[in-house]
């Protein structure tokens, strides 16, 4: 019985290790896209930060995009069909964290076939109500230089080996406008 328990533990162990993957172990698919971010805060790791296709309703399910900040809190999630999508919540694994819903829009891209649109600069806020018991969480904006848009891809583009990721992300390098933005841009309307 012992051992089997140790069999399982070490189950879950390789399945959780293997949930924070490498963004760019995989060449970028064809037609596909990427968004790229960051995300900070006492309580981000190892959450997974949750991307929805703007307008979807936030329900998670086994095939919700996840992106896995690393040590930076600078996240990719690769091979997104082009659309719109939005940073909608995040996961501690056994259950989701949903933002609210109206404050999404503000965090939304346009997300293009061969690029890597730059979803924002987040820290995360934990909070407790005396009301109920429950945690509940917000964002604030990042806006110092090592958050802005430039900084953010650049550590990407540096962390890939692939050179294919390196010119998909170079591609959104390139169009950054100076000073560059910690908030997204270019921003969505999120359709209900």
Known sequence: MRIRGLVLFSCLLTLLAGCATNPFEHAPAAGKGA??????????????????????????NVTTPKAYPN???????????????????????????????????GRCVVVRAGEAAFLGSYRLIEGQSPEIAERFYGLEWLDDSDSDARAVLGRLRAQAADPAWAGVIGKALARLPTPAPSRPAPACAETE
């Open 71 to 105: 040590e930076n809190g600078d996240f990719l999630l690769p091979n997104l069909a082009p659309g719109n999508y939005v940073l909608a919540g995040f996961s501690d694994g056994q259950r989701p964290y949903w933002f609210n819903r109206k404050a999404s829009a």
């Open 35 to 60: 968004v790229a971010g960051r995300l900070t805060g006492d309580a981000t790791r190892p959450y997974a930060v949750l991307v929805l296709p703007a307008g979807q309703g936030f329900a998670m």
